[in-house]
């Protein structure tokens, strides 16, 4: 049996690099950062064994890198590479130029990667394994078949780019009559927007809630469940809040999200931690899958604290060719957590991004709380990456006492020299829709909207 | 003559998109409100506008490089 390597290197930066070392840390392996010249001072690199510059402070010039992170795990010796997520954790490259460099990646190797990044596959997949995806058709080349693949559908329907992403290309038609115009105007702009004038059109599911289930499997045929998350707070597509259990979830929903997020995870072949995201109609008491991330989450942690399990320590393990050291009976949900993002952003200026040198920074402590943060005291925000820069954690008995420990957390947490999404966490935290567990992904831009 | 400084710290673009021309080329003459380049902070965009109409100078940043608030790009004669 393998063990696990002497060294590893922490392809990241910011919050969720800290969080790595400090797994590293606690299975006694060294820990190797990276950093470009913009973060040369930043706390990662001060808290790792050792540290390599890899390029210039734009993120294509460092961080999106596969060779200059590839090459600082070889040349410090490292066994094992973990990308964290965002910058290149989901692009298929770096598993290839680890797998060629002979390092082991914490995450599935390529083909598994690509596949489940890819949004036609991923839904081919999900079919396979018997897991519903949201009803809709393929690629549609004129308004009378969009109109009868409507009708059989049901209305409200969302008209989609072929070529679409990241939200653009999308039209919401409510009713048989607008169908044909909005076609050919959809198809116009796809046309101008994509050079592609193909669309398809798929049922549209009315004020849903984000629901993901966390999973784990290793290279010895072990898949896991660790429950899920509730993540609808969210601001154009971004969490704010994430919270597990899910609140008000029935029983039989749960057990199915489970089942299916084991069912496709086994169907792709998935290996090390992985996120299988859901919506779910809380009228029709139905849910579809939406696609699976191939990384650790932002808010891995709420699992963490719900279930007892150190989901980096286990990637680190399955990347090491180590089986689970957790079986599906020895999973149990137990409480509530919450994770509340502190982003350096002004949400009195619209959400205005708010870089700079962090003057004085006090993090809430005490029974049921966790801070898993990429700053400090006297260390700057730099303006060239993502804004979050903290993750209050807080975990009760129930949801009630997790809400109160998020309050007094919140309450206690200080920040100055930069702005940040404290106060109006702080404040949804006393907001009926999110208090009583009923948020769906489109309340708090309602709220939001309403309060401006 | 106008110097148009950035509004934020971050990175320059000249371009809206990579596979797009320049917002403006040295020598063109703009309106009053157009955007001559962007600034890019934590992965949001903001224009960068010309105040008031005149004919572009020489780009005091290149394409891509660094700027900190309130730093000269281009001046507007």
Sequence with gaps: ?452 | MAEIRSPIPGIFYRRPSPDEDEFVQEGDAVEAGAVIGLVEVMKQFHDVVAEEAGTVGSFQVDNEGMVDAGQPIVTID
Aim: proline content about 5%.
């Design chain 1, 1 to 452: 049996m393998p063990g696990l390597p002497e060294r590893v290197l922490v392809a990241n930066r910011g919050e969720i690099a800290v969080r790595v070392i400090r797994a590293c840390r606690d299975l006694g392996i060294e820990a190797v950062a990276v950093y470009s010249e913009a973060d040369a001072d930043a706390l990662h690199v001060a808290l790792a064994d050792e540290a390599v510059e890899i390029g210039k402070a734009q993120a294509k010039a460092s961080y999106l890198r596969p060779e200059a992170v590839v090459e600082a795990a070889v040349s410090t010796g490292c066994g094992v590479l973990h990308p964290g997520y965002g910058f290149l954790a989901e692009d298929p490259r770096l598993p290839t130029a680890c797998a060629e460099a002979g390092v082991a990646f914490a995450g599935p190797p390529a083909d598994v990667m690509a596949a489940v990044g890819d949004k036609v596959t991923a839904r081919a997949a999900a079919e396979r394994a018997g897991v519903p995806v949201v009803p809709g058709t393929g690629r549609l080349e004129d308004p009378d078949a969009a109109l009868e693949a409507a009708e059989e559908i049901g209305f409200p329907v969302l008209l989609k780019a072929s070529a679409g992403g990241g939200g653009r290309g999308i039209r919401r038609v409510d009713d048989p009559g607008e169908l044909t115009t909005a076609f050919s105007r959809a198809s116009a702009e796809a046309e101008a927007a994509f050079g592609d004038g193909g669309l398809f059109v798929e049922k549209c599911i009315e004020r849903p809630r984000h629901v993901e289930v966390q999973v784990l499997a290793d290279t010895h045929g072990n898949v896991i469940h660790l429950y899920e998350r509730d993540c609808s707070v969210q601001r154009r597509k971004q969490k704010l809040i994430e919270e597990a259990p899910a609140p008000n979830l029935d029983a039989s929903i749960r057990e199915g999200l489970c089942d299916a997020a084991l069912a496709l995870a086994r169907e792709v072949g998935y290996v090390n931690a992985g996120t299988a995201e859901f919506i779910v109609d809380p009228v029709g008491g139905t849910f579809h899958f939406l696609e699976m991330n191939a990384r650790i989450q932002v808010e891995h942690g709420v699992t963490e604290l719900l279930c007892g399990v150190d989901l980096v320590c286990e990637q680190l393990r399955v990347a090491a060719g180590l089986p689970l050291s957790v079986a599906q009976e020895d999973v149990v949900a137990r409480g509530c957590s919450i994770e509340l993002r502190i982003n350096a952003e002004d949400p009195e200026q619209k959400f205005m991004p708010s870089p700079g040198e962090i003057t004085g920074w006090h993090a809430p402590s005490g029974p049921g709380v966790r801070v898993d943060a990429g700053v400090e005291a006297g260390r700057r925000v730099v303006p060239f990456y993502d804004s979050m820069v903290a993750k209050v954690m807080v975990w009760g008995t129930d949801r009630e006492q997790a809400l109160a420990r998020a309050r007094r957390a919140l309450d206690e947490l200080t920040v100055e020299g930069i702005k940040t999404t404290r106060d109006l966490q702080r404040s949804l935290l006393d907001w009926d829709e999110f208090t009583e567990g009923r948020a769906t992904t489109e309340s708090l831009e309602a709220y939001l909207g309403a309060a401006a």
